[in-house]
């Protein structure tokens, strides 16, 4: 069964980091983009940014450059997302989600769980 | 950033009924834009990518259109497990992906 598998729930203290993984199932990350998006309490789907496994490149939103950092493991199955400095606006569920560049333009056909991260004093 | 406007942004109607959401980019972004239905608690699921593209296993009621700037997501007859929040985005650059605001389609 082909799907991505993340971290469990966290709960942090402001100005803490959290460090969130996203595993490959049933596939590889090979010839694929993983993005990241989050969504705080009852708000919309808002995105975070993209890693290209294969060669590690990143690109990040200007809202999280210098607080956020994707990496890749050399097994091409999995992925990690660390956000620094947390605010309890930070406070939402984070999903990681394949990008399918080849044939679906770009579309996130398959999406982690998702993970809650808490932050609170 | 390109910006994508939702309408509306609030709906409800019957099961049996033709519901149009509409979503508007603030630039040309031709045909990279796809469709998502989020259920309560559970992460997004592809209904439909380049603008018109039905996804493997989504039913047939289910239907896109539009390029350029404006688009719809057609649902021809509700059923009771489409009741969900809808969101368009787009992916004319990978490097700055956006969603619109949402739609809840609720049951009248």
């Known amino acids: 069964q082909v799907q991505l598998v993340q971290s469990g729930a966290e709960v942090k203290k402001p100005g803490a980091s959290v460090e969130v993984s996203c595993r490959a199932s049933?596939?590889?990350?090979?010839?694929?983009?993983v993005h990241w998006v989050r969504q705080a309490p009852g708000q919309g789907l808002e995105w975070m940014g993209i890693?290209?496994?294969?060669?590690?490149?990143?690109t990040y939103a200007q809202k999280f450059q210098g607080r956020v950092t994707m990496t890749g493991d050399t097994s091409m199955t999995t992925v990690h997302m660390e956000l620094s400095n947390l605010r309890s606006d930070d406070t939402a569920v984070y999903y990681c989600?394949?990008?399918?560049?080849?044939?679906?333009?770009?579309?996130?056909?398959?999406w982690g769980q998702g993970t809650a991260v808490i932050v609170s004093s | 950033d390109i910006q994508l406007t939702q309408s509306p942004s609030f709906l409800s109607a019957s099961v049996g009924d033709r519901v149009t959401i509409t979503c508007r980019a603030s630039?040309?972004?031709?045909?990279?834009l796809a469709w998502y239905q989020q259920q309560p608690g559970t992460a997004p699921k592809l209904l439909i990518y380049?603008?018109?593209t039905l996804e493997s296993g989504v039913p047939s009621r289910f239907s896109g259109s539009g390029s350029g700037t404006e688009f719809t997501l057609t649902i021809s007859s509700l059923q009771p497990e489409d009741f969900a929040t809808y969101y368009c985005?787009?992916?004319?650059?990978?490097?700055?992906?956006?969603f619109g605001q949402g739609t809840r389609l609720d049951i009248k």
């Open positions: 049933g596939l590889t990350f090979n010839f694929y983009y």
């Open positions: 630039q040309a972004i031709s045909n990279y």
């Open positions: 380049a603008a018109s």
């Open positions: 890693i290209n496994p294969r060669g590690g490149s990143t």
């Open positions: 985005q787009q992916l004319n650059s990978v490097g700055t992906i956006t």
């Open positions: 989600a394949r990008g399918e560049w080849e044939f679906k333009a770009n579309a996130f056909d398959i």
